[in-house]
């Protein structure tokens, strides 16, 4: 039987820049989301997200 060595999964660290940006794509991701369940006039979406809301103990009125 052949001795297969896989590839090391070392964590390389990333600049500073990289994080930013990461963090900044994360955060308008996550204001487009709350903006779309917020403001959509699919009932069901709005719905969900304010079930999700109260279930996750948030006060939203």
Excluded: W
């Excluded at 994360?26 to 204001?31: E, S, V």
């Amino acid at each position: 039987m052949p001795i297969t060595h896989a590839k090391s999964s070392i964590a390389t660290p990333i600049s500073l820049s990289q994080r930013l940006i990461v963090a900044g794509g994360a955060t308008l991701l996550g204001l487009c989301l709350v903006y779309f369940a917020g403001f959509s006039h699919i009932e069901a979406v709005h719905n969900a997200a304010h079930d999700t809301r109260h279930s996750a103990a948030f006060p939203c009125h």
